[in-house]
């Protein structure tokens, strides 16, 4: 047994002299761009190049996130940073986006390159294809279970990597739209507002029904050990010091004992156990690593982290009296000068974070100075305790001398797609996309020139049956989740769709390109094979897709630039869509008995539950439907009306189709991204 590498989150100086302090192999961080913990403080150029320095010096690891996705327009950046990193020696970055890897095959071989869990690999399939193309490492997605990545590490010799502690998204990661369709602080850019962890209500009940617990998988570590695990990651870039120092602390003890009796591991586990008490975090979950019915939602615990200390009793004092302050009176007579808090508000419309400075007892309870904004009846958390914190010897060197590089001025090579044959060459035109096979039924009044259908465990039987469309006017397309469970029953229903006459399937993870090896299968790249760059889209055409769905997220600015006048021709642009905000593998029919739920701004939203897994769509769709004119000035002549969601009616199907073909705009949407593009974050 080969004990795995334990690889901690450095979202600070502070954070990175603990993970070392306390025995972490290697550290991931991140530089001032193109990572996704934007909001962290992440490292300078100087800070960065001291610290590899000192950790090579030491015999530990250092790998760099460049894990977002760019745009066209960042393109240059994108290239000097991946120059000046292949020129500095990190042990490896952690990526996502597929332009990233292009340009390191291309131009950086020698970077060896992570694949992150936002590129959203479940299975051995999209494991092994990442592998023919030059990564040495994949972070697993962390919805899958035991048997899932025992079976991906008996399928492939990639190494392997899989997240052991910290928080979770409730979305699959590298498919949550959420934060980005409410102003375009995209959790693929790093800009994650946390959606998942707000109020919501349905009726006149409130919940944080999306919020869940935190991972916590110190007991698995002896298994992750015997299965061949390569590395244990914490999550925690924008946690403290003093979280990162307990988590490492802890699963350090237990990889040290799996050399020892059985006895000594589990002392080492409940020991472990007894450390991750003082963590600060949310209530603990395996997830689906034991049992896909382990309890990890719970609508009643806070979206935040923390110890509660109930809720504000009374309140003296305000801004416009004599003593500039308001004060607090809450039930914590243990709570200490020192100590940090989070208030949150009772209507989840604020959340503020302070150290207690002045302190007044009061019997049992405390009176604390607290912001305006709160009053009686708000939530306090108490988040960390003050403490006479551990010195760790610093790895940044003190002189920053001989640590002046930086990124050059390059500009980014041309690149080009792969040709596309006349053979494939698709009729222009509205194609449609539904999700069940009574929609087709609908679409067949104002017939679209192709139907996308949604490949599920409902759809695929009867895609094999008399449709009112022909194989060769329909399209199957591949769900973006695709975890290992799946990848077994998947192939014979695709090759029993290639019998029956199907050729052109829409694929929407890496995953997925390995089935259509050795067929003539015409594919086209859908919208999670994310293209917001020509670099992507030349790995995507040199994966095997001859055409590309624009992303959801996507602009009008950004796909113009990326592609030419002689390549919009096999550029699908999404022109309406009810995005899936969250798309979770879990069936939550079991958990809530709704579908219409909104927010404390008055925004509605759906929960469409399946056996197939859950999703939240807004109520407003996306809508282009009026630009389409423009789009075909500017020579792009293929869009795609998407119709999954919601079940269809044929009005409103019919409404929609006169809209595009005379293009006229619709009431009550959003133009999600379009005009205004990703929220921007200006660099150091």
Request: with cysteine; charged share 20%.
């Amino acid at each position: 047994m080969v004990i795995p590498e334990l690889l901690a989150p450095a979202g600070s100086p502070e954070a990175l002299d603990a993970a070392i302090g306390e025995g972490a192999d290697a550290v991931y961080l991140g530089l001032k761009n193109f990572n996704a913990r934007m909001r962290s403080s992440n490292f300078s150029y100087a800070q960065f190049e001291g610290a590899l320095r000192t950790l090579h010096r030491m015999h530990r690891k250092m790998y760099v996130t460049v894990n977002t996705i760019f745009e066209q327009r960042e393109s240059d950046r994108m290239f000097q940073l991946l120059k000046y990193l292949a020129d500095t020696g990190p042990d490896g970055l952690i990526v996502q986006d597929f332009g990233v890897v292009q340009m390191c095959r291309d131009y950086f071989p020698h970077l060896k390159l992570h694949a992150s869990t936002q590129m959203n690999i479940a299975s051995a399939r999209g494991v092994n294809v990442l592998s023919r193309y030059g990564m040495t490492r994949v972070v697993l997605a962390r919805e899958l279970n035991c048997d899932e990545i025992r079976t991906i590490r008996e399928s492939t010799t990639m190494e392997l990597e899989i997240f052991v502690h910290g928080a979770l998204c409730v979305s699959a990661s590298g498919l949550c739209l959420f934060s980005s369709f409410l102003g375009g602080k995209s959790a693929n850019r790093g800009m994650c507002t946390q959606a998942c962890r707000r109020l919501y209500m349905h009726g006149d009940e409130y919940g944080y029904y999306f919020s869940p617990f935190d991972l916590q998988l110190i007991e698995a570590v002896p298994e992750l050990a015997e299965i061949g695990i390569n590395a244990l990651k914490i999550e925690g870039r924008m946690k403290s010091a003093s979280y990162v120092a307990t988590a490492v602390s802890a699963y350090r003890n237990v990889l040290d004992s799996l050399n020892g009796s059985e006895s000594q591991i589990h002392d080492a586990i409940n020991a472990g156990e007894s450390i991750l008490q003082k963590d600060f975090a949310r209530s603990k979950t395996a997830f689906y690593f034991d049992s896909p019915e382990a309890r990890w939602l719970d609508p009643q615990q806070n979206g935040g982290t923390g110890i509660s200390l109930g809720k504000i009793l009374a309140v003296k004092g305000s801004i416009n009296s004599p003593t500039k302050s308001k004060w607090a009176r809450i039930h914590a007579a243990s709570l200490q000068h020192g100590d940090s808090i989070r208030i949150h508000r009772a209507d989840d419309s604020d959340r503020q974070t302070q150290k207690i400075q002045d302190i007044e007892p009061a019997g049992e309870d405390v009176w604390i100075p607290i912001p305006e904004a709160f009053t009686a009846g708000d939530s306090v958390y108490l988040i960390q305790t003050k403490e006479n914190p551990k010195h760790y010897a610093p790895v940044i060197p003190n002189n920053d001398k001989g640590f002046r590089r930086k990124p050059g001025f390059d500009h980014a090579p041309s690149v080009h797609l792969n040709p596309l044959e006349k053979l494939h060459r698709l009729p222009e035109g509205l194609y449609a996309a539904v999700s069940r096979i009574e929609d087709l039924y609908i679409v067949q009044s104002v017939r679209p020139v192709k139907v996308f259908v949604h490949l599920n465990r409902s759809t695929a039987p009867a895609l094999l049956k008399n449709l009112p469309f022909s194989p060769a006017e329909i399209v199957p397309m591949l769900d973006p989740y695709f975890p290992q469970k799946d990848e077994s029953a998947l192939a014979p229903e695709i090759q029993s769709l290639l019998d029956y006459g199907y050729r052109y399937f829409a694929v929407n993870n890496p995953g997925h390109f390995s089935y259509f090896r050795g067929t003539d299968a015409i594919l086209i790249a859908g919208p999670y094979l994310y293209s917001f760059n020509r670099y992507a889209a030349s790995f995507i055409s040199r994966l095997g897709a001859s055409y590309l769905v624009t992303p959801l997220e996507q602009n009008r600015q950004n796909v113009e630039r990326t592609f030419g006048q002689s390549e919009r021709n096999r550029i699908f642009v999404t022109v309406f869509a009810y995005p899936a905000l969250f798309r979770i593998r879990a069936d939550l029919s079991s958990i809530y008995r709704f579908n219409a739920f909104s927010d404390n701004r008055e925004a509605h939203f759906q929960l469409l539950p399946s056996p197939d897994g859950s999703v939240v769509l807004p109520e407003r769709p996306f809508s282009i439907l009026d630009k389409i004119h423009f789009l075909q000035e500017s020579g792009f002549s293929h869009f795609l009306i998407d119709l999954q969601g919601p079940h269809l009616k044929k009005v409103d199907y019919k409404d929609l189709m006169a809209a595009a073909h005379g293009n006229k705009a619709i009431p009550d949407i959003s133009r999600f991204n379009w005009k205004d593009g990703f929220y921007q974050v200006k660099d150091d």
